[in-house]
C-alpha cells in the first residue's frame, strides 16, 4: 500500500515538476545534427527526473504501459542511442540529477549520472591541484553514458579506464529497487562498470577513486606533413607510443589539408600529448625512446593538470576554469564514428596506400589512442571492456559534416564506411574489435525479438570478446523480460541455451 502511494505521488510529481513534452520544433536535447530530421520519432515526453523516486516511478510506469523507454546523461552517444528511437518512446533525462561530493581526506568523490565530466574536473579542482580523474577530454560528455561504457582519456597509460577507478555505484533496477556495489552483488556491478548500464537499469550515482596529478604537467603539439617525413614518424610512432614512460601520452591525429608547398592536399600528422610532469624530464624521455620527433623545449607547454584539461579540448590560454562547468557542446554538427584496434604496426608501404586513400576521401580524420602501461597490467576479464594488453592503439575514425538532409548523411556514411573497408588488412580481426563507447550501429543492431541473443553476439562480440556471455548471463538474472532494452543492448539467454 505504501508502495503504491509513494509511486503516485511521484508520478504527480514528475508531472508537476518534471515532464516537459516534446514539441516536434524542440531539438535541443539532439547532439549529433544527423538525427535532427523530420523523419526521426521524436520523444513521447522528456521526464527530467529530480529525486531518485522520480526514476523509480518512471521505471515502473513504462513497464505497466510496456513504453520504450531511453535513458539520457550527458547525450553524447554517437548514433543516438540515448535519444532516437524507431518505436514510441519516451526520454529519461538525468541531466538534473547532477551532484558532485569529492573527499580529498579518502580521495574519493561520488558523482551522479548526470554530471558532465567537465564538472567532475572542476569540483576537484576546487579541492586541489594535486588530483583529477582519467576520464574523457570533452568536458560535456555525461557521467552516466562514459563511465558506464568504459570511459578513457589521456592518463589511461598510467591509470588505466574510468571504469578501472570506480569503487561504488547507485542502481535503479527494473523493480524500482535502489541499489549499491553490496546490495547488487559484484556480477551486476562488474557489468555496469563497461557493460554499458542501459542494459541492467538506470545508474544514479558512481563513486570514484581519484589519482594523483603533479602540480606542473607539460603539453605539446606538434604537426608534420608528408613532406616534413610525415611516413617515417607515423610508422615510427606505432614502435613506441604504447612503450614509452606511462608518463607520456601521445595521441596521433591523422588528416588531410592543404600543402603549403605545392597548393595540392597532403596528410599531416599531429601529436597532441599530456605528460605528468615538467618538460625537462619530458625532453630527455623523449630524446632517449622518440627523437625521430625531434621535439624542441619551444614545442612544450608547462601548466598545472586542470589548464591541460582545458589545454586538451581546444580552449585558448587564460579561459576561465569555470567554462567546465558549461553545458553547451563546443561544436554543434552532423557526425559518425568508428573504431578499430592496431595489434601490429601498419608497415610503410600500407601506410603510403592509406594516406593516398585518405586524401582521395578527403574528410575522414583517424585518430591514434596509444595504449600499454596500466592498461597491459589489467586483465581482459577484469571489467567488461576486454582491449587491454596487445594493442599498440586504438583508432578513432571520424567525420563532420554542416550540410543537412539523408543525401549528405549519405554520402559521409559512405566515406567513413570505404576508408574502414581500406584499413581491414591493417587492424583485429576475429573479431575485429571495437570500443562500446564509439558506438557504432553499423556493427550490428538488435530487435530484441526472438533472436536476440544471435543478434547481440555480433556486437558484443566486438565490444566485449570473451565477456559477452558473462554479460548476458547477468542480464538475464537481473532483467529477464528485457525491459533496460535499444539498438545495442545486451540481450537475455534464449530458452535453447538455459
Ligand atoms: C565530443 C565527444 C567526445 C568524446 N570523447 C570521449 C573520450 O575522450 N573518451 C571516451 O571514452 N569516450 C568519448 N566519447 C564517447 C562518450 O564516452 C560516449 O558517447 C558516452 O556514452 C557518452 O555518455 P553520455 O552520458 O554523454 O551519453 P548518453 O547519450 O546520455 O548515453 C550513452 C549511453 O549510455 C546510456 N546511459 C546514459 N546515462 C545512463 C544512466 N544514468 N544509466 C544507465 N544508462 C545510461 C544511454 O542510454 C546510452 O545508451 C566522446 C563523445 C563525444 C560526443
Ligand atoms: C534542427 O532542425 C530544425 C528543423 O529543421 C531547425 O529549425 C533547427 O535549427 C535544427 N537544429 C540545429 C541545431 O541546427
Ligand atoms: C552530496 O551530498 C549532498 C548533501 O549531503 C547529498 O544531498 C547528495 O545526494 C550527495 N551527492 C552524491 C552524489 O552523493
Ligand atoms: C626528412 O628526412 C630526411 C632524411 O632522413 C632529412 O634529411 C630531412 O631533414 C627530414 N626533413 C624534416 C623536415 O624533418
Ligand atoms: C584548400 O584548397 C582549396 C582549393 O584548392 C580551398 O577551396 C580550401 O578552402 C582550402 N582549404 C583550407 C583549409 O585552406
Ligand atoms: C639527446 O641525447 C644525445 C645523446 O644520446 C645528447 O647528445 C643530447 O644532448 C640529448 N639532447 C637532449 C635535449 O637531451
Ligand atoms: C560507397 O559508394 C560507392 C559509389 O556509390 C560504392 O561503389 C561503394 O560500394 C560504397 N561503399 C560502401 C562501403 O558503402
Given at each position: 500500500m505504501t508502495t503504491s502511494i509513494s509511486?503516485?505521488?511521484?508520478?504527480l510529481s514528475i508531472f508537476i515538476q518534471s515532464v516537459s513534452l516534446a514539441s516536434s520544433s524542440d531539438s535541443s536535447y539532439i547532439r549529433n545534427l544527423r538525427f535532427n530530421e523530420s523523419t526521426n520519432r521524436k520523444p513521447l515526453l522528456i521526464i527530467t527526473a529530480i529525486h531518485e523516486s522520480h526514476i523509480q516511478a518512471a521505471i515502473i510506469c513504462a513497464k505497466t504501459q510496456g513504453l520504450q523507454m531511453k535513458i539520457r546523461s550527458g547525450g553524447h552517444d554517437y548514433e543516438?542511442?540515448?535519444y532516437v528511437s524507431e518505436v514510441p518512446f519516451f526520454i529519461l533525462d538525468m541531466f538534473n540529477l547532477r551532484s558532485i561530493n569529492v573527499s580529498i581526506e579518502d580521495e574519493t568523490a561520488w558523482v551522479q549520472a548526470g554530471a558532465t565530466l567537465g564538472e567532475v574536473y572542476y569540483r576537484i579542482y576546487e579541492k586541489s591541484n594535486t588530483h583529477g580523474f582519467p576520464a574523457g577530454v570533452c568536458p560535456t560528455v555525461g557521467v552516466g553514458g562514459h563511465f558506464s561504457g568504459g570511459g578513457y582519456g589521456n592518463m589511461m597509460r598510467k591509470y588505466g579506464l574510468s571504469v578501472d577507478n570506480i569503487i561504488d555505484a547507485l542502481l535503479v533496477d527494473v523493480n524500482g529497487q535502489l541499489l549499491n556495489r553490496q546490495t547488487m552483488g559484484e556480477d551486476l556491478f562488474w557489468a555496469i562498470t563497461g557493460g554499458g548500464a542501459s542494459s541492467y537499469g538506470v545508474v544514479l550515482a558512481y563513486k570514484i577513486k581519484l589519482v594523483r596529478v603533479p602540480e606542473t604537467v607539460t603539453v605539446f603539439r606538434v604537426e608534420r606533413t608528408l613532406e616534413e617525413n610525415a611516413t617515417d614518424i607515423v610508422y615510427r610512432w606505432q614502435q613506441v607510443a604504447d612503450k614509452l614512460h606511462e608518463d607520456i601520452f601521445i595521441r596521433m591525429i591523422i588528416d588531410v589539408v592543404n600543402s603549403s608547398q605545392s597548393g595540392e592536399k597532403t596528410i599531416r600528422a599531429s601529436f597532441f600529448a599530456l605528460f605528468l610532469g615538467d618538460s625537462q624530464r619530458l625532453l630527455s624521455l623523449m630524446n632517449q625512446s622518440f627523437p625521430e620527433?625531434?621535439?624542441?623545449q619551444t614545442d612544450c607547454v608547462e601548466m598545472s593538470w586542470v589548464?591541460?584539461?582545458?589545454?586538451?579540448t581546444s580552449f585558448p590560454t587564460g579561459t576561465p576554469v569555470n567554462i567546465l562547468l558549461s553545458r553547451v557542446p563546443q561544436v554543434l554538427t552532423h557526425l559518425k564514428r568508428k573504431s578499430d584496434y592496431l595489434k601490429e604496426p601498419i608497415p610503410k608501404d600500407g601506410l603510403k596506400y592509406i594516406f593516398e586513400r585518405m586524401i582521395e576521401l578527403e574528410t575522414p580524420v583517424l585518430t591514434f589512442n596509444p595504449y600499454g602501461g596500466r592498461m597491459s597490467e589489467i586483465?581482459?576479464?577484469a571489467k567488461p571492456f576486454p582491449h587491454r594488453a596487445g594493442n599498440i592503439c586504438k583508432i578513432q575514425y571520424a567525420t563532420n559534416w554542416n550540410e543537412d538532409g539523408i543525401e549528405a548523411s549519405n554520402h559521409y556514411l559512405n566515406l567513413t564506411k570505404m576508408l574502414y573497408a581500406y584499413m581491414t588488412p591493417f587492424v583485429s580481426k576475429f573479431p575485429r574489435e571495437a570500443f562500446l563507447n564509439y558506438r557504432d550501429l553499423d556493427l550490428g543492431i538488435n530487435h530484441?525479438?526472438?533472436?536476440?541473443?544471435?543478434?547481440g553476439a555480433f556486437y558484443g562480440n566486438k565490444y566485449f570478446k570473451g565477456n559477452y556471455n558473462r554479460l548476458v548471463q547477468v542480464k538475464t538474472k537481473v532483467d529477464p523480460d528485457n525491459f533496460f532494452r535499444n539498438e545495442q543492448s545486451i540481450p537475455t539467454?534464449?530458452?535453447w541455451r538455459k
Open positions: 509511486v503516485i505521488v511521484s508520478l543516438g542511442v540515448s620527433l625531434g621535439l624542441k589548464e591541460s584539461v582545458l589545454y586538451w586483465p581482459e576479464s530484441n525479438g526472438p533472436n536476440s541473443y544471435v543478434e539467454l534464449p530458452s
